[in-house]
């Protein structure tokens, strides 16, 4: 799983999001089903034949807040995108979307991702399906980039020596900001994977080693250290 919902509430299915109801609006404010804007996503993404394999949902209390994160498949082997999203009827927050390959969504307002194409306020003439598929085509665009680079990281050789270099340098000089005593969980894992598909010595197996100690972490901590590691790694490779 890429994507993380954390809420105090509890979450719900995507059929309960039917059961909320949807406040009356005003002359400058147009409150929106979190249902419809759901099944708006789910419609747009289906026509471009990307896959949704997981998704979660959470509301307030008071359902005028809605939280949600969902996991695609776009035939990219071992790797897959999220999108998180949200949306609030009482004014408190714009409704977004944010799209990467971690993303995570908390109904303390924490909303993070790789980039953010949809943030759109509840105007009088606004148009969620207009809004949904802009937003969807500008992920397809940054999923081509993002792709590229992970594929790059996938096939990059590594000695054993440069990742040695690597771990010392994440855990001992402090380069990376993260618990110091997962340096021997990440030295394990990628010394002695326990997945065949990561036991090359690549880039790509380095860095599940050092995803797969941050899972001893809690969540919001685990997502901090992984949105951490690709730039640690970017500027260790070069």
Known sequence: MTATLLSQTGKITRQELQLV??????????P??????????????????????????????????????LDLELGITGVRFSI??????????????CIGYRVLVCDNMAFHGDFTPVLAKHSKNFSLVDAVSIGVDRMQRNFEPLA?????????????????????????????EVPK??????????????????AARTAWSLSNAFTSAFKELDAVPQFRA?????????????
Do not use: C, W
């Open 21 to 30: 109801p949807v406040p009356h609006g005003t002359s400058t404010h147009q």
């Open 32 to 69: 929106l089903s979190h249902y419809e804007i759901v099944e708006a996503l789910l419609e747009t993404l289906g026509f471009r034949r990307i896959e949704v394999v997981r998704d979660e949902y959470a509301i307030s209390h008071d359902g005028m807040r809605m939280f949600g994160v």
């Open 84 to 97: 998180g999203i949200r949306n609030a009827n009482d004014k408190s927050m714009r409704l977004a979307m």
């Open 148 to 176: 590229g680079h992970i594929e790059l990281v996938r096939h990059a050789p590594l000695t054993d020596a440069a990742a040695k270099l690597i771990i010392y340098e994440a855990f001992v000089e402090g380069s990376l």
């Open 181 to 198: 005593h997962l340096a021997r969980a990440v030295h394990q894992n990628y010394f002695q994977p326990r997945h065949e598909e990561f």
């Open 226 to 238: 992984t949105a951490k590691l690709g730039p640690f790694l970017e500027r260790s490779l070069q």
